[in-house]
């Protein structure tokens, strides 16, 4: 008989219970009896970027059209004689699906019925059912969302960036594809994916709410139990050679826009460190980038009443296991003047040490950023799973973020900040 093995976060008084399952289905279950909603994400390791593998039982690889995954996402709610929305919405559910870089996510939200909908969940993603018809009648939806998505300048400027930065790694294109890839899909496709990336041992369920451990399991033990899956099978995903260099070092996308938006891109050098490092490193590139361009800093007070910028300026570090990038910018009516303070302050930063009480009060408020987010079961599901496909712990974000120095901020603000990494983005008026 198995049984569920506890994970014990002492610092922040949290359980988590785990199994792994015969079809080797990682199973997380986190009760949490304060929480009035039980939410559920069930995550398949296969992302926009694995457009390239050997298919199951094959020993050469294939390119796949790009967007596949994302489309497959949309393709798995029609089974063959249900529908899952409308089966989730007759059991008091919200159901919601994305594709990622790295990963497709199935979440289930809901207060009541939550053995039903749970069944459910792990029914339809395990019921794949494609037809020629069905096929060509989701290329046009998928075509609307493409055209919609190209008329969105911020998602336009992002992968504006990601293509400068990236001269051949998959993260370049669109998660959606293109009009002209997506005619290319057939259902046989469909199936060649989805048998190779949706295996069980490729696959990992998180429970977060109300719920009792041992029911929860005995019930996905229960459903798994009842289906068959083939032998599990080491997956073989190729990604071209990509240097340091970026693709191009700027560029300038014309779209109606009212106001020009500026951005400027790094991309991560690899191989960088492995493991609890990996963790380390995204967690000083978080509070790098707060403590140079967050509300409150030098460089955003001085753009801010400057009016170079509006509240649209952000930033984000975007880290997986073969690329990573960092993206700062917004809606600027003077985009040059945004790059010359960036730039500059980037290179101040470098110049001179980082002040440890500085560092400390970033570090504090990204504390309490992380504490204020793991109120929510949506985060701790989505993240939580992001990390474990990574072979690390969202529970250990706040360790490490509590031995962060400054010494550690300059380590990695050399490696990453660098002149031949950079890239940057203008988007104009047409």
């Known amino acids: 008989m198995n049984e569920l093995h506890p994970i014990i976060y002492e610092g922040l008084e949290e359980t988590i219970y785990y199994e792994k399952l015969a079809n080797g289905l990682e199973v997380y279950i986190h009760p949490k009896k304060d929480f009035h909603k039980t939410v559920a994400t069930f995550t398949t390791k296969y992302g926009s970027i694995d457009n390239k593998f050997s298919p199951e039982g094959k020993d050469y690889s294939v390119q796949f059209p790009d967007g596949i995954a994302h489309f497959l996402e949309h393709k798995m709610f029609e089974c063959e004689n249900w529908d899952a929305f409308h089966k989730f919405a007759e059991q008091g559910a919200f159901v919601n699906a994305f594709t990622s870089f790295t990963r497709t996510a199935y979440t289930l939200s809901a207060t009541s019925r939550i053995k039903e909908n749970l069944t459910t969940l792990l029914d339809f993603v395990q019921e794949p059912y494609f037809t020629d018809e069905t096929v060509e009648k989701e290329k046009g939806i998928i075509e609307q969302e493409i ?51 949706y295996h069980p041992s490729n696959m990992l369920l998180f429970v977060i709410g109300p719920v009792v451990p041992e029911e929860i399991l005995r019930l996905v033990r229960s459903n798994q139990e009842q289906k068959e899956f083939p032998e599990t099978k080491k997956i073989r995903r190729f990604f071209p050679e990509e240097g340091a260099a970026v693709n191009k070092s700027s560029s300038v996308i014309k779209l109606p826009v009212p106001i020009p938006k500026v951005f400027i891109g790094y991309k991560e050098s690899f191989p960088i460190k492995q493991g609890q490092e990996i963790l380390k490193y995204e967690m000083s590139l978080n509070v790098l980038l707060e403590l140079m361009f967050g509300i409150g800093s030098e460089a955003y007070e001085k753009m801010y009443e400057n009016g170079y910028v509006d509240n649209s300026f952000n930033f984000e570090y975007t880290h997986e296991k073969n690329f990573g990038f960092s993206i700062i910018g917004g809606n600027s009516h003077s985009p040059e003047d945004v790059i010359k303070i960036i730039s500059e302050t980037i290179e101040k930063f470098k110049k001179d040490s980082i002040n440890q009480d500085d560092a400390e009060r970033v570090i504090k408020k990204e504390i309490g950023a992380f504490l204020s987010a793991i109120n929510s079961p949506q985060f701790i599901a989505n993240q939580f799973t992001r990390y474990r496909f990574n072979d690390l712990d969202l529970f250990d974000v706040l360790p490490i973020l509590e031995s962060l120095t400054a010494s550690d901020l300059e380590e990695v603000l050399h490696v990453h900040f660098s002149s031949d990494s950079r890239t940057t983005l203008i988007v104009k008026d047409k």
């Open 147 to 197: 055209k919609m998505y190209d008329d969105n300048p911020d998602w336009r400027a992002r992968f504006g960036v990601l293509d400068n930065l990236y001269k051949s790694h998959p993260v370049k294109i669109d998660l959606a594809g293109t009009i002209p890839s997506i005619q290319q899909i057939t259902k046989e496709d469909l199936y060649t994916c989805y048998n190779t990336f």
